[in-house]
């Protein structure tokens, strides 16, 4: 018995959707409203297109799609994202904006999630992961080594902008995420549990 | 293996055009483009993997009813109904069913997505847990600030103030805010991690 697959864009992984949405492998324009497609890294399931930019970007049911300020030089993947407008120069009325988030004290209370994608042009929108589990960028300058890393550390706000460090096994000021998997250390990343409108 | 676009029922619909329907049967598809999520019709509303749908209370007195009773007290709506499309915090009682949540974080749910319920009735509403949302205000607010529930049963209100029992994140500016009694864009999480 033969079947089709009824996501359009298959089963990929989160690199290669971050393809999709650059328009590296086909163009832009070729990705439509409401598109299917299964995301393989972590296992996250079906995530879901908005094509409104022009660009692109995949959303699952854990997400929210929101742009970024228009402040924002570079609009990563992968870092935490805030919503204070104290820290959001540029920012204009009437938008729904969000910006890198900052290592000032008092930020992480602010925290809305991790973006899951970065961003081809100005203008494009962010894929905001507000709960669950997700990959986030380690910062190395944290005063933490990649080797310290284990399952359980509670992580928080740490220089320069976007930037997370281990806070220890306990929660406290500025915490955020609790780490699940630290195999992913090695590049910089591992994947914490968060909370979007909790700070611990 | 080849692939194909999903097959909604409805293809892909603002919340607009979702709402001027017809025919709809439980199991139809759509994907709401305002929100940007698959939507399941479940025979009274429209549901999707952030909300789920629930009965509210029909035993009367006020806390069952989806918009709250009476009118705006103050603000630039004063003297005005509260409005069907309202963004109301939702708690379950001890009889199981849901109803206009109070100041208290225990037993609240959500905030309500769709729906209606009149005095003495048990009506189905849907209620979202999760992502984001329009929450009713009982004050003005600006980005960045924390949404609390109100001591107005089914309201929240927004402070500057980091608390640890805010209940969600204000993500909306606008550029008046002398318009109190809103509807301000709100990220919540109703499932605490510790």
Known sequence: ?200 | MSYKPIPFTYGHKTQTEINALSGKQEGDTVYNTDINLIEIYSGTNWVNNQCFEALTDPSGGGEGEFPPSGNIPSGDRSGQPFPDDGGYSCKQNLSGYVELSDATERNYLGVKKEGTSSSGTSDRIVIAFSGLWPAFLENSAQKGQHALLDFTDGLYRSTSAATSDHVGQIVEQRSSTSDTYRNYLTLIQTVEIR
């Open chain 1, 1 to 200: 018995m033969s079947y089709q697959r009824f996501y359009k864009w298959g089963s990929r992984n989160k690199t290669n959707i971050q393809r999709l949405i650059d328009g590296t492998d086909f163009p832009e324009s070729d990705i439509n409203m409401a598109d299917g497609v299964f995301n393989t890294t972590h296992e996250m399931g079906l995530a879901w297109a908005d094509n409104t930019s022009g660009a692109g970007v995949f959303a699952s049911g854990d997400m929210s799609i929101l742009l970024p300020d228009t402040a924002e030089p570079t609009p990563f993947g992968q870092v935490w994202v805030q919503a204070n407008p104290s820290y959001a120069s540029g920012m204009t009325n009437d938008t729904k904006t969000l910006t890198l988030g900052q290592q000032t004290v008092g930020c992480f209370d602010y925290f809305c999630g991790v973006s899951f994608n970065s961003l081809p042009s100005t203008g494009d929108y962010w894929a905001i992961q507000h709960t669950g589990v997700t990959p986030i960028k380690w910062n190395n300058t944290a005063g933490d080594t990649l080797g310290n890393l284990v399952t359980g550390l509670i992580v928080s706000t740490s220089p320069p902008n976007d930037g997370i460090a281990s806070n220890g096994g306990t929660s406290g000021s500025g915490t955020f995420g609790q780490i699940v998997n630290n195999s992913f250390s090695g590049t910089g990343y591992v994947e914490i549990l968060i909370n979007g409108v909790e700070t611990f």
